[in-house]
């Protein structure tokens, strides 16, 4: 590798940069909401929301402040009992956990497969008395078995709730991520697939009663038309210039995960040929990855991502140290062989629109250089 090409520089993502390719709409949305005054709870929210449900094949949509909230409301309307079991995945981001804990709940844990999501086989060996639910987490673009899982949910009458946070636009047979369940949980956060400028987060469901209820405990408990107070409530409502934001962004989702399967297709074409390393191209029928995040297991581990962040490739490593191993959290590791694996050679490549071609044949030419190739 030439000095030059050595002091390169490849982001994970650059925000900045994608801003720059919307910026005239961006801007109108901001100066829009801005000269309504329009800060809170207003038109843009609920045209979002339409849209959003929309996408996602929903008759409801409800923007919250955050995924996490949106997956802890989800399981608190469903928890009838403290004893109340969840099952979760054990290779996942620990807001599906804790949501669960916050929520009412006792998570139990499931480990998963090599395309990172729950590992069907195991689900009913974890089931018990109190098993209530199942939180179905969709990770990097790729949904869970969905169609399986609400198979064992129906036999063992349990609900299910969609970690869908990674995965906005996914599909299996053409149904969306997030219409499976009884609800989907979406996260916003700025690094997403479709990200705002700051947190928020949404839930989609068919079920009005639900959808009611969580516009209700989004804002203090209060039913906004009448003034009524129905429950002790919370404030983690989505505010209106996010919404504004992320319906400018919407419009463009579907333009920009051709896009991302673009550049997927280019690091299989030019990284498939490397043993050591076990890249996400899964051949399930009816499957749709939209590659939130290119996300291959490296036998190096550490040495390999290392090596990309020292030749200016900037990389993800979720999640070194498993959920479950951090004390503060209280949980039982009962043995996850697959999940230990995945976290000991996890890495994620950048994976963005924004990321122009020169920079991904970058990544490539280092990912080759730490082979020898």
């Keep these: 590798m030439t000095e030059k090409t050595a002091t390169q520089k490849v982001k994970f993502v650059s925000p900045a940069k994608l801003y720059q390719t919307i910026k005239t709409e961006i801007d109108a949305a901001y100066f829009d909401v801005m000269n309504k005054g329009a800060l809170i709870n207003q038109q843009h929210l609920r045209d979002f929301e339409a849209n959003l449900a929309k996408f996602v094949g929903t008759k409801y949509a409800v923007g919250v402040n955050s995924g996490y909230d949106a997956l802890m409301l989800s399981v608190k309307y ?54 209530r639910g199942i939180m179905a987490v969709h990770l990097s673009g790729w949904m869970a078995d969905m169609p399986r899982i609400l198979e064992i949910a129906k036999k063992h009458n349990l609900w299910v709730i969609e970690d869908a946070c990674q995965s906005l636009g996914s599909s299996i047979n053409g149904k969306g991520a997030g219409s499976w ?52 409530g919370m404030t983690c409502l989505l505010d209106n210039m996010q919404a504004a934001f992320l319906d400018v962004k919407l419009r463009h989702l579907p333009a920009w995960i051709v896009r991302r399967k673009k550049i997927a297709a280019r690091y299989k074409e030019a990284l498939g040929d490397l043993p050591n390393l076990t890249l996400p191209h899964y051949a399930t029928p009816g499957f749709d990855h939209i590659y939130q995040n290119y996300t291959l297991l490296a036998k190096e581990g550490d040495k390999f991502s290392n090596w990309m962040k020292e ?63």
């Design 311 to 373: 030749h200016g490739v900037e990389v993800l490593t979720q999640f070194r140290k498993p959920y479950y191993k951090h004390a503060g959290l209280g949980l039982k590791d009962t043995g996850f062989p697959v999940t230990e694996t995945i976290s000991r050679e996890v890495c994620s490549l950048p994976m963005c629109v924004e990321i122009a071609d020169e920079e991904v044949e970058y990544v490539i030419q280092t990912v080759r250089a730490f082979y020898g190739k």
């Design 78 to 131: 469903k928890i009838k009992s403290p004893d109340d079991e969840v099952i979760v995945p054990a290779h996942t981001f620990v807001a599906s956990c804790s949501a669960i804990v916050n929520g009412g709940g006792k998570p139990v844990l499931v480990d998963v497969t090599k395309d990172f999501n729950i590992d069907c086989d195991k689900i009913e060996a974890a089931i018990t008395p109190k098993t």
């Design 181 to 232: 369940g009884f609800s989907g949980c979406w996260s916003f956060y700025p690094f997403k697939i479709l990200g705002g400028y700051g947190d928020g987060g949404g839930i989609t469901t068919d079920d009005a009663e639900f959808a009611a209820w969580a516009r209700r405990l989004r804002y203090n408990g209060e039913d906004r038309d009448t003034g009524e107070y129905h429950a002790h």
